[in-house]
């Protein structure tokens, strides 16, 4: 039998052992137990109402047919409002490529910035897909590891320490995922100089723009000569509840948006007929933006109140996305076995921060994909399960 390309045998996913957590599970509960899973980031809601509608709509209305490579006209304008609105500065139609999902975005992201062999630095912890996607480009990556007493934010003199020659991008996450943490506008301007001084791409993952506390979102994009060497990652997943619609974008120079716009051609052939009106809706009307938001925030605080003064539990981040982050190594260095052993105590599912890049050892990422009274439950059940091993142990370590 011919064998699978080297480069397609390379993307191996990362956070295997985190996920077979989250599918183990998936099979308990879907076999009748009460497990409650706060171990992926997907809504526990439907879509608004109105973007459902406005898909049926376009099906009965004959929107059944292919669109243009880098997103309807009016998408593309819907989606140029939203990109200023996060980024804060000015945004064409034609500095937007319509893709499937996020993902779709970041994975035509790399493709348009890596050549093979070329090197990228990515920052830890980061979002799972992120080491595979730069392999699938034929590219290398060295991982910046962020500290949890530095509330993840990344070491600028790791960065530069990490750079080398062939080095093309750096990729950055705020509103992190999984940690939560929300970069500093120092941070970010310092990233940003270092791109201006090597002529590097920055790449800028924004998808929890929107759901995320009081603390100032800051986009490279909107700092002195970056909009022609930023490209923003950006989805309607998280932000207008449709994670399963695969509605992404890419917002970057309309030039290089021009070229990006042949991988639509090779890879997806453009988004669905129907689904870019549903996403024109969701995009112009705002349908469910600042709900979703506030519901988010309401929940983080709600889980965040009930395990205060927690002993053995420090919270790292958890300044905005869909996460809470916390620090369990003063109870088990190894987050794998904890999570597994709260799985199968006490019917919570978690995923150990190892699924996110070594710099989330030793602490556990929990969803606020549940209503509160599911997260207060659960939080009960973690502190009763922190109890039980700190009474075995004597430790008395205090929460944070």
């Not at 093979?116 to 897909?129: K, L, Q, R």
């Not at 993952?205 to 994009?221: G, L, N």
Request: aromatic fraction near 8%; hydrophobic fraction near 40%.
């Amino acid at each position: 039998m011919p064998k699978p390309s080297s480069r397609i045998s390379g993307i191996v996913p990362s956070g295997k052992n985190g996920w077979e957590i989250h599918f183990a599970a998936m099979t308990r509960k879907q076999a009748g137990d009460r497990v409650i899973m706060l171990s992926v980031g997907d809504h526990d809601f439907d879509t608004p109402e109105g973007t459902v509608e406005a898909c049926v709509e376009a099906v009965r209305g004959g929107h059944h047919h292919y669109t243009q490579l880098p997103g309807l006209p009016r998408l593309r304008a819907a989606l140029a409002a939203l990109s200023q609105e996060c980024t804060g500065t000015e945004t064409s139609p034609d500095e937007i490529m319509v893709t499937i999902g996020g993902q779709g975005a970041l994975y035509a992201a790399f493709q348009a910035v890596l050549d093979p062999g070329a090197h990228a630095v990515i920052v830890s912890p980061y979002y799972a897909t992120y080491p595979g996607t730069v392999r699938a480009a034929g590219g290398r990556y060295t991982e910046i590891e962020t500290h949890a007493e530095n509330n993840f934010e990344p070491s600028l003199s790791e960065i530069e320490a990490a750079l080398e020659a062939d080095t093309r991008a750096i990729l950055i996450n705020s509103p992190n995922n999984p940690t939560g943490a929300v970069y500093s506008r120092e941070t970010i301007e310092r990233i940003a100089e270092i791109c201006r001084e090597r002529d590097l791409w920055l790449l800028s993952d924004e998808v929890y723009w929107t759901i995320r506390s009081e603390k100032e979102h800051i986009s490279p994009r909107a700092l002195p000569g970056m909009k022609e060497r930023t490209l923003v990652i950006n989805s309607l997943s998280k932000s207008h509840g449709m994670t399963g619609w695969r509605v992404g974008w890419l917002t970057g120079p309309a030039g290089m948006i021009t070229v990006m716009t042949n991988l639509n051609l090779v890879a997806t052939y453009g988004l669905p007929d129907f689904t870019s009106h549903a996403a024109i809706a969701a995009a112009e009307n705002g349908f469910g933006l600042r709900e979703i938001a506030e519901l988010y925030t309401h929940r983080r605080e709600a889980f965040l109140d009930a395990i205060r003064g927690m002993n053995g539990v420090i919270v790292r981040g958890s300044e905005g996305g869909m996460y809470v982050m916390l620090d369990i190594r003063a109870i088990e260095e190894d987050c794998e076995k904890f999570a597994w052993d709260f799985l199968n105590e006490e019917d919570v599912a978690v995923l150990p921060g190892a699924s996110f890049g070594n710099a989330a050892r030793g602490h556990i990422r929990i969803s606020m994909c549940q209503d509160e009274e599911t997260l207060r439950e659960a939080a009960k059940r973690l502190q009763r399960f922190i109890a039980a091993r700190l009474d075995k142990s004597g430790q008395t370590a205090a929460a944070g």
